[in-house]
C-alpha cells in the first residue's frame, strides 16, 4: 500500500511541476518579488502560496493543486491544521501553547468553582465531564512533539478541581480504552464519533446513581451510514486530486432515539437531567444527547451550543427561564481540555 502511494506521490509531484509552469505562465508576471524570504523558514512558501492563489486566472484548480502537493509531498496543512500519520488531522489549538496559558487555565478552574457553588446553594448537582484533546487520545498519530505544557494541561485541570473538591468524569480512560474497537475522533474532524460518544455517555452513567431520576424507556438505532467530510479539510484543499492523494474519504454512522414519555419537557414537570456544552454535545452528527439518554434512561434537556466553547452555553443557561422556573437535578457539563486555557467569554 505504501509503495503504492509512493508511486502516486511520484506521479502527482511531476504532474504538479507541469502544472505550476504552465499556470505560472498566466500568473508569475502579477507576483511581486519578495527579497531575501527563506525557503527553509517557510515564509517564501506562504508568500508564494498567497501570491499564486490570488494572481492565478484558474484559482480554485491551482488552490487545489498547491494543496494537494502540500499534503502529499510535503506533508503539510494550512495554518490551522496539523497532518499526522494515516491520514489523521489535529487542530492545532491542541498543540499550540498560549502565552496566558498558566493564568487562563486558573480562571476557567474558577468559574467551574462558582458555578460548583452556585448550583450547590440551589441543591443541584453538577458533574464535570472533561474531554481530553484528540492529538491526547491519539498521540500516537502525532508527527510533532506536544510541549510539556500543553501535555500536562488535562492532568493539571482536574487536579485543580480535585484540590477544590469538585470531582469530575474524565473521558480519557474510556475513550483510550475502546479506540482499539473503533476511531473514538473523526480522523479529518476535531470532534469525538458517534462511537466515541457513545462510549464517554456510557461511563458517565456508571457514576450516576440509578433511580435517582424518573426513568423512562429509551430506544436508540441506527438509522444510515453516510459520506463524512470533518471540519479539518478545510485546511487541506486537496479537492479534484483527493481521490490520489488524500486525506481518505470518510463516513459516519447515524443514529435515532426516541424517548417514550408522556410528559413534555416544556410543561410543568420538572427537568431531572440537563446537558450543557459545545458542539460535542450540540451537533446532532455524534448523538451525545442520544446515547447519554440512553445510558441513563432518562428524558435530556439539552442546552449545549456550537461556536462558543463550554462557558458561554452555562452562562446563558444559568440565566435563562428555563432554568429559573424548572432547575434540574443535575447538570451535566461537558468541557473540552482545549477551551480551559483560552481566554474566558466577556
Known amino acids: 500500500m505504501d509503495r503504492l502511494k509512493n508511486k502516486y506521490q511520484q506521479a502527482f509531484c511531476s504532474a504538479f511541476l ?21 525557503v527553509l523558514t517557510g515564509k517564501l512558501q506562504g508568500l508564494y502560496e498567497d501570491g499564486f492563489s490570488a494572481s492565478n486566472p484558474l484559482r480554485q484548480s491551482s488552490v487545489n493543486i498547491w494543496g494537494a502537493f502540500k499534503y502529499a509531498i510535503l506533508g503539510q496543512a494550512s495554518n490551522g491544521a496539523i497532518v499526522g500519520r494515516d491520514d489523521w488531522l489535529f487542530t492545532t489549538e491542541e498543540l499550540s501553547y498560549e502565552p496566558d496559558q498558566v493564568s487562563n487555565l486558573d480562571a476557567s478552574v474558577q468559574e467551574i468553582i462558582n458555578v460548583y457553588a452556585e448550583l450547590q446553594d440551589r441543591e443541584i448537582k453538577l458533574i464535570p465531564v ?27 485541570l482536574i487536579s485543580k478541581l480535585n484540590d477544590n473538591k469538585i ?60 459520506i463524512f467530510d470533518g471540519d479539518l479539510l478545510k485546511y487541506v484543499p486537496t479537492g479534484f486530486l483527493r481521490p490520489y492523494v488524500g486525506p ?71 440565566k435563562s427561564d428555563t432554568f429559573e422556573n424548572t432547575p434540574p437535578k443535575l447538570i451535566i457539563w461537558e468541557i473540552p481540555e482545549r477551551y480551559t486555557t483560552q481566554d474566558l467569554p466577556k
Open 18 to 38: 507541469i502544472g505550476v509552469v504552465t499556470l505560472g505562465l498566466f500568473s508569475h508576471e502579477n507576483m511581486k518579488p519578495h527579497g531575501s524570504a527563506s
Open 130 to 156: 472533561i474531554v481530553p484533546d484528540k492529538a491526547r487520545v491519539y498521540e500516537e498519530k502525532l508527527k510533532h512533539v506536544r510541549g510539556e505544557e500543553v501535555s500536562n494541561r488535562y492532568y493539571t
Open 167 to 226: 470531582a469530575t468524569i474524565s473521558g480519557l480512560s474510556p475513550l483510550e480504552r475502546n479506540k482499539s474497537i473503533a476511531d473514538v475522533f473523526m480522523r479529518d474532524d476535531t470532534h469525538w464519533s458517534p462511537f466515541g460518544a457513545k462510549t464517554v455517555a456510557r461511563h458517565i452513567a456508571d457514576y450516576i446513581q440509578p433511580g435517582a431520576f424518573d426513568l423512562v424507556q429509551v430506544k436508540t438505532k441506527q438509522i444510515d451510514t453516510k
Open 248 to 318: 481518505a474519504q470518510n463516513t459516519i454512522e447515524r443514529f435515532e432515539t426516541t424517548v417514550q414519555n408522556n410528559a413534555s419537557l416544556f410543561g410543568n414537570t420538572a427537568i431531572d437531567v440537563v446537558l450543557v456544552g459545545t458542539s460535542f454535545s450540540a451537533k446532532s452528527d455524534w448523538h451525545f444527547e442520544g446515547f447519554l439518554k440512553q445510558a441513563l434512561s432518562v428524558d435530556i434537556l439539552n442546552m449545549s451550543q456550537e461556536g462558543k466553547g463550554p462557558f458561554a452555553p452555562m452562562r446563558d443557561y444559568l
